[in-house]
Structures are given as C-alpha cells and as structure tokens.
C-alpha cells in the first residue's frame, strides 16, 4: 500500500536533531515564546526575505490576527477564493467580517483575478489570494487592484513554504502573509503552529500585540487580544526542519514531474503558469467519476484523499451567511472532481511510478475511461 502520506519519514530522518532541539527547551525552563521562538522568527523571516515573522499558535489565528492587524473588524467584506480550505473563510467570519467568494481559474485552481472587481463593494476591505496546492496565486493583477481600490492584501500562504512568485520567495508580495505548520504542511511542526510574515513595521507591532493578549508591556493591554503563541518546543522543531526544507521541496519536485510526465495523456493535470514556483503541497488531478477513480485506487494499493469533498459556501457553517445562497459553479465542480495523488518528500520517485501505472491501469476500465480526456488526449 502506498499511502497518500505519511510523517513519520520525516520526523525519523532528522530525529536526531529533534531530540537535541527538544532538550534544549527543556533544559531552558523557558516555556513560552523566548530565545527558541525569537530565533525561529528570525530565521523564516530571512528565509521568507521579509522584514519581520511572528509566531502564532496555528495557521487559522494567523489568518484572524493578520485580518485584524490590517483593519478589518466588523461590517467589513474580504473577497476570498470560493475554492479553498475552510480555515480561509472562518478567519474573516473570526475577525468579524464577512466573506465574499470569488471563483478560481480551473487550470490553476487559484483566485481568477479577472473576477475581482465585480466583487468589489464600498464595504471591501481586504483580499486574501490563497496560494493553494502549493502553487502562488497570480499575486500581481490581484496587488494592482488592491492599489487602485484601496484594499489590503492578506495571503494566505499556509500551503506555500519555499514557492516562489516571479523570482521571489512568498511571504512579502502582500501586506501581510499567514503561515500554518500543521504537521502535514511542506514546513510542518509537531503539533499545531503558525506564523504571520510582513514587511510591515506596524502590521508586525499590531500582530505581535494581538498574539499576546493585545499586550507588548506586561499587564498593559492595548487592543482585545488573543492568546495565540508559537510554542517553543514547535518553534526548536520549525527551526530543524526549516534547514531542510528546500530539499525537501525538491524531492516533491521530482515527484510531480514524474506524475506530469506520466499521466498528462490520461487525466487533466494542474497548470504551471510562467513565474510560479509551486512547491506542491498536493498534486490534484480531477475526474468526473472521481468517487469511483477513488476507490479503485485504494484496490490498487494507492491512497488518496479530497482537497475538499464540499465547497465552502455550502458548508452548514455559513448557512446563515448570504453566501449560502451563492451561485458559485466552479467551487462545486471542483469540490466533486478533484482528488489529490500521494505527495510528500519522502514518497520515492520508484512509489511515483508505482501510482502512475496503478492510476493509468484503472482508468483503462471502461466505467472511468471515457470521463479521463488528458491534455493531450
Ligand atoms: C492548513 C490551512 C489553514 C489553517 O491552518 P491550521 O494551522 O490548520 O489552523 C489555512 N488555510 C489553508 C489554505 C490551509 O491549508
């Protein structure tokens, strides 16, 4: 069986390391924020080439702070990407705004940027590109209407550790970026983790306040804060893994260059457009009978999951929204089309050809056949 992923490789390949920056907090008797978070920061901030990182508790608080952090509270509207990861759209609900999806492009499956306007309102505060599956959302037109409308930039990077927009690392292009290391992610803790990257002196003053009780001298409160620290434990263990990485990056680069080359004839695959550098967190392709094809590679040994079975707007969650009425096409198709090949550092380029002949031998079955038009085909 191949899984779709799994961790532990990863863990035991810098176990070593792990252990020695794991004592190190223990011995320090310094168990929140301190020496190991500062330096943490400190490092992704370089690695990111951004002026400031603050460590946040997980991915979904670094959404929330840095919407706050940029101005957005209640009565505002945040155009979001209707195909994301549901953490995208509860964070503007968390900071008190209201979401307001814009469809994405089907080859890239990011936020079109060409549909943005048209959601604009005098009550658009904020826009947050998702760089989803690991590639860089198109961050240019998107920061040119920013401008022209007056509109903050949050990204939401928390799929994005290493990619690269037109030459330049992610984690600056906007006003601010947030970070999540939930285990699974390229860069990716023990435990829940997140980070908020700016350029920003007064975003990272605003974060770093928010993150602590919205409070920068002890017992002196500014702003309703929340309690949302990196860990120190997590921030030893970021900082092992983060000088690994690139490589790492590189090693899902050669898988999915195995899976573009090996089923481009067979199943529509994710676009790269010129000047993104993905560092693909997953590896989507997309089916009709996508169930079915799920299934059947599980028979074959291969697992699989769905990034995401059911598009945000029409989650119970935001029933009472007026999004839950939305007509959103695209999300739905995607939400019953998409399903995500085993991806990650440690899958080998031999389990890659693995996957390719499992998923072309299924598709030769006559129930699938006819719904798998590749690019080419
Ligand atoms: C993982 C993820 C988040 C949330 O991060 P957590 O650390 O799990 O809270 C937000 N947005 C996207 C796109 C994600 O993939």
Redesign the pocket.
């Known amino acids: 069986m191949i899984p779709f992923l799994d961790l532990a490789p990863a863990t035991r390949e810098v176990r070593g390391e792990l252990d020695a920056a794991i004592a190190r907090v223990l011995d320090s008797g310094i168990y929140i924020l301190g020496p190991e978070v500062a330096a943490f920061e400190e490092r992704y901030a370089d690695y990111c080439g951004v002026s400031a990182c603050i460590g946040v508790a ?6 929330v702070l840095a919407l706050r952090a940029v101005g957005v509270g209640p009565g505002d509207e945040v155009i979001v990407p209707s195909h ?2 549901v ?2 759209w509860l ?1 503007v609900v968390h900071a008190g705004a209201t979401p307001v999806p814009v469809e994405p492009l089907e080859t890239t499956f990011n936020m079109d940027p060409a549909r943005i306007e048209a959601a604009i309102t005098p009550r658009t505060r904020a826009i947050v590109p ?1 760089h ?1 599956y690991g590639q860089p959302a198109d961050l240019d037109p998107i920061l040119a209407i920013a401008r022209r409308f007056g509109l903050k930039v949050v990204e ?1 990077a ?2 994005a550790q290493g990619a690269r927009y037109k030459g330049r690392r992610i984690g600056g292009h906007g006003d601010a970026a ?1 970070w ?3 285990p699974a ?1 390229n860069l990716g803790a023990l435990g ?3 980070a908020v990257t700016t350029n920003d002196p007064e975003i990272a003053r605003q974060v770093r306040l928010l993150r602590n009780y919205g409070s920068e001298v002890r017992y002196y409160n500014e702003a309703v804060g929340h309690n949302s620290r990196l860990d120190p434990i997590q921030a030893a263990v970021l900082s092992v893994k983060l000088a690994h990485l690139d490589a790492w990056n590189e090693r899902r680069r050669a898988v999915a260059a195995a899976y573009l080359d090996g089923l481009r004839d067979v199943l529509p695959l994710p676009a790269v457009p010129a000047g993104m550098e993905p560092v693909w ?1 997953l590896f989507v392709v997309r089916h009709p009978r996508r169930d079915l094809l799920k299934a059947r590679l599980e028979e074959a040994g291969v697992g699989t999951h769905i990034h995401y079975p059911v598009a945000c707007h029409q989650q119970k969650a935001f029933a009472a929204m007026p999004v839950a009425g939305a007509d959103l096409p695209i999300a739905s198709r995607l939400a019953d089309d998409v399903l995500s090949l085993p991806m990650g550092p440690h899958l080998s380029l031999d389990e890659a050809a693995r996957v390719i002949a499992a998923v072309r031998h299924v598709l030769r079955s006559p129930d699938l056949a006819d719904g798998a038009a590749g690019r080419d085909g």
């Open positions: 997980n991915g979904l608080d670094a959404l994301t990861f953490a995208t964070a998702v989803l939401d928390a799929q947030a999540s290391f939930y992610k829940d983790a997140g967190h």
